[in-house]
T-cell receptor, first 114, second 115 residues
């Protein structure tokens, strides 16, 4: 079974621009969560989608948004990029929503904001 | 607010030794505790997870020990190998409500196993 895929793998953007990252979950998985990983803050939860609905959101500004499609694929968008948004963005999929369902991570998208 | 505290930040072990990483949590609503392994340039990979109804879970060379009263859990890697050199993260989650799909991670431990 194919794992979680994320595109693009690397991205360089300029401050003030916006960016869209994509995540395809493992086949049959309906929940997608997004995380930001930085050396200083570690792994921080952004939001979770299940059946096209955002079920949970972390403590990030409104510039960070996401959506999920009917095939469970998910996108996240960051508008008005700031230098501090440079990070590895990870998505994780699970069969359903809840802590008893293991989350499997993709390889991440490395975003650099200059 | 850091709800999961992980220690040590880095750990050096000789090949064949035992690696021990500890985590402590504050939120008593947490009821799922996974450990992840991350190699450079890769996403975290789920290693092993435990629920509070058991005190220990073993999978191969990896064992989770869980102490509910102390709100602590630890990862033991037996017979550590150079290939185990990676960053390890503990995490915690709770059921439902505003916690759907959210893992709260520790800060990570960089493990180096010398041959």
């Amino acid at each position: 079974k194919a794992g979680v895929t994320q595109t693009p793998r690397y991205l360089i953007k300029t401050r003030g621009q916006q960016v869209t990252l994509s995540c395809s979950p493992i086949s049959g998985h309906r929940s997608v969560s997004w995380y930001q990983q930085t050396p200083g803050q570690g792994l921080q939860f952004l939001f979770e989608y299940f059946s096209e609905t955002q079920r949970n959101k972390g403590n990030f500004p409104g510039r960070f948004s996401g959506r999920q499609f009917s095939n469970s694929r998910s996108e996240m968008n960051v508008s008005t990029l700031e230098l501090g948004d440079s990070a590895l963005y990870l998505c994780a999929s699970s069969r359903s929503s809840g802590p008893s369902y293991e989350q499997y991570f993709g390889p991440g998208t490395r975003l650099t904001v200059t | 607010q850091q709800q999961v505290k992980q220690s040590p930040q880095s750990l050096i072990v000789q090949k064949g030794g035992i690696s021990i990483i500890n985590c402590a949590y504050e939120n008593t609503a947490f009821d799922y505790f996974p450990w992840y392994q991350q190699f450079p340039g890769k996403g975290p990979a789920l290693l092993i997870a435990i629920r509070p109804d058991v005190s220990e879970k073993k999978e191969g060379r990896f064992t989770i020990s869980f102490n509910k009263s102390a709100k602590q859990f630890s990862l033991h890697i037996m017979d550590s190998q150079p290939g185990d050199s990676a960053t390890y993260f503990c995490a915690a989650a709770s059921a439902g409500g505003t916690s759907y799909g959210k893992l709260t991670f520790g800060q990570g431990t960089i493990l180096t196993v010398h041959p």
